[in-house]
């Protein structure tokens, strides 16, 4: 956070604007929304770390976000 | 936006009003652990950067009764929240699983925008559908669109909620019987009230708009700024309630509303907002829960849109 203090080139807004294309962030935000999306595709089991959670595990969090039967499968796929 | 950098500035900001005893207690420094919970906004795109028109996720719990992911202002629009949590890494770890679980159920070629400034918009905001969820909200949703501009609706962010500790709260009290919490809670939404600017300039990441996010009649910025969400060219009423004591905090939003100032009570879109519950009055009897800090875009750097 320092180097932000110090640098105002560091700070999100600044170094947003060198991805800028004729003017436009549209193309960056294209490009990132499809990497973060083949990103999550590829990340194999999103659970890791709920398999024995005290608070909430693995099997209770599928069943709040997908209902009772769930989806395993699916979303294990990506 | 670094959420422990969040923690780390709400320990200061605790710290450096008033310099009495209490910001010397290393009870304060244990804020850094406080409980913390996460809204983040985020809006589904098509591959073209316009709003998709696509229907809320079917796979998913329906969104009315789900506890993590629901539909914010627009259908568009899915708002993530985590449950309150000790350490701001398992906050992030249920934000990747529910972004993980919302990115699985997208349609083919459906994405989800990493700018809190809504993607490319149709001349006429045609595309911008508010979201049909209960009734009582709906209508105010449309009020908000009327009377505001609908596409400055169509804004995403992340809200941080966070608060002391049982633990934080049992050393404070233990150690003096005088101390109000909710002293401690005023101190620190005025520290963050009173440096909104530098948390604008370390986070702000709304640089510029997209394609009609402007209409043809209004002014619009001469260049590139920190933060076009946080400015007046973003969402909001431009009311502040004053952060003096909680009986002026809660006046102030009750005369708003009285006044029209505010569509509602939920309309107070203050960088910092004392909550309790949905009635601003409870904070006067029940004491401030938490605290909930609205002033953070989203970092498109990021695939949670936090870090």
């Given at each position: ?22 003017g ?16 999550a ?8 770390g ?29 | 936006?670094d ?28 804020f ?82 990493p ?41 995403t ?55 009609n ?69 409870d ?25």
């Amino acid at each position: 956070m320092q180097d932000r203090l110090d640098n105002p080139n560091l700070t999100p807004a600044a170094t947003l604007c060198d991805h800028e294309v004729d003017g436009s962030l549209m193309s960056y935000g294209l490009a990132m929304a499809n990497r973060y999306q083949n990103r999550a595709h590829e990340n194999p089991n999103p659970f890791t770390g709920f398999e024995e959670q005290p608070d909430m595990d693995a099997n209770e969090l599928r069943q709040l976000l997908f209902g009772v039967m769930g989806k395993p499968e699916n979303y294990k796929n990506g | 936006m670094d959420v422990l950098q969040v923690a780390f500035l709400w320990d200061t900001f605790v710290k450096t009003k008033d310099g009495g005893q209490m910001k010397q207690a290393k009870e304060v420094s244990d804020f850094i652990n406080s409980t913390v919970g996460l809204e983040v906004e985020t809006q589904r795109i098509n591959q073209n950067g316009e709003l998709s028109h696509k229907a809320y996720p079917k796979g998913l719990l329906n969104e009315r009764k789900h506890h993590f992911i629901k539909n914010d202002f627009l259908e568009t629009q899915s708002e993530l929240i985590t449950p309150p949590t000790k350490t701001t890494l398992k906050g992030l770890k249920y934000l990747g699983v529910y972004h993980q679980a919302l990115r699985s159920e997208l349609a083919a070629k459906e994405y989800l925008w990493p700018y809190s400034m809504p993607p490319k918009l149709k001349a006429d905001h045609s595309d911008i559908v508010i979201a049909q969820t209960d009734p009582k909200s709906y209508e105010y949703r449309q009020q908000v669109a009327k009377i505001r501009k609908i596409e400055r609706t169509a804004e995403t962010g992340v809200h941080v909620n966070i608060g002391f500790t049982k633990k934080a709260i049992r050393d404070l009290t233990a150690q003096d019987a005088n101390v109000s919490i909710d002293e401690l809670y005023l101190q620190a939404a005025v520290g963050f009230m009173r440096y909104r600017w530098l948390l604008t300039y370390l986070f702000g990441a709304t640089p510029v708009a997209f394609n009609n996010y402007f209409s043809p009649d209004t002014e619009v910025p001469v260049g590139p700024v920190r933060s076009l969400r946080n400015s007046h060219f973003g969402f909001g009423n431009g009311f502040i309630s004053s952060y003096q004591s909680i009986q002026q905090y809660v006046d102030g939003i009750l005369k708003a509303v009285d006044d029209k100032q505010l569509i509602a009570q939920r309309e107070y879109y203050g960088t910092v907002r004392l909550k309790r519950s949905d009635n601003v009055s409870d904070l006067l009897t029940k004491g401030i829960a938490y605290l909930e800090l609205r002033i953070y875009d989203l970092d498109p750097f990021e695939p949670l849109g936090v870090s």
